[in-house]
């Protein structure tokens, strides 16, 4: 869970409530603040309802978290594999508003050495279907760089998206993205099962192909530059999709390095993952 990944926390928490004989309606506000391991906490929680009916209440939430590494946000986000930042200060921003028993509207803000994103949106929860929301996407500023070779240098992406949750998996429709200065539009969705399914399509200006493959299974690929002796790391398999994700994914590519001086045009491929296979 959530509280698991830390290891450390103090917070202090005053609540306060209001009502009379005279009306059903309370209104109670909670303030929380304090630290856990490198993150300061600032909450302001407000609920007014009938408490003899919760599910009618309407609440509202504004949240800042605040960390001396923008790293540390990553971590707690778990989004540390995917993303790298700087060693400047950071903070994600949360504002949520609505009925509790209906749709809610919310705003996230994450700011910090090297990112920039934003969503907002509406969301809803029930016991019978979880969490469903859907939300504008807009990254300004981020590097993938972890989704490269450890010899790799920094991968910066901006995009635009639309983004739903819905039934365990987030999709991302009319994605529109510059990743390392090669336009990439298309769809994903990503489903939160053992292992993760992928399913989409994706159009790219440019792609190295190698370093892809070699992504995917775990291998770390030594193409460096357009001069560069292409051959493939030494090193042992690491962490790639085979395993970790089942499903599809088809590729439309205007320009596919396969060696540095070996650029195929209009290259298409179905990858398929499955059973710790890759096709």
């Not at 698991?4 to 909670?30: C, H, I, N």
């Not at 978290?65 to 930042?85: E, G, T």
């Not at 790799?152 to 999709?171: C, D, F, H």
């Amino acid at each position: 869970g959530l509280l698991e990944r830390f290891g450390r926390g103090k917070l202090r928490a005053k609540l306060d409530m209001k009502g009379d004989d005279k009306s059903p309606v309370t209104d109670a506000q909670l303030a929380l603040n304090g630290d856990l391991d490198d993150l300061r906490i600032d909450a302001r929680v407000r609920a007014s309802g009938d408490w003899a009916r919760p599910s009618t209440a309407n609440i509202r939430v504004d949240a800042a978290l605040d960390a001396a590494r923008s790293a540390q946000l990553l971590k707690f986000m778990n989004l540390d594999r995917m993303v790298a930042a700087g060693n400047g200060p950071g903070q994600l921003k949360i504002q949520l508003a609505g009925p509790v028993s209906g749709d809610m509207a919310f705003d996230a803000q994450l700011a910090g050495d090297g990112l920039s994103a934003r969503a907002n949106g509406t969301g809803r929860y029930s016991d019978m279907q979880g969490i469903k929301a859907s939300a504008g996407l807009q990254i300004n500023e981020a590097d993938l760089k972890p989704l490269r070779s450890a010899t790799g240098g920094s991968l910066p992406i901006r995009m635009k998206s639309r983004v739903s949750l819905a039934a365990r998996t987030v999709t991302f429709d009319d994605i529109d993205a510059k990743i390392a200065g090669s336009s990439v539009r298309g769809r994903l969705a990503v489903g939160d099962a053992t292992p993760r399914r992928i399913d989409g399509a994706i159009e790219a200006e440019v792609v190295d192909l190698p370093a892809l493959v070699a992504r995917a299974i775990g291998l770390q690929s030594q193409a460096a530059g357009k001069d560069a002796v292409w051959n493939w790391s030494d090193e042992p398999f690491g962490s790639g999709l085979v395993g970790a994700f089942t499903g599809g994914l088809a590729l439309k590519v205007a320009r596919a390095d396969v060696l540095p001086q070996l650029p195929v045009r209009q290259f298409n491929a179905a990858l398929r993952l499955a059973n710790n296979e890759l096709s």
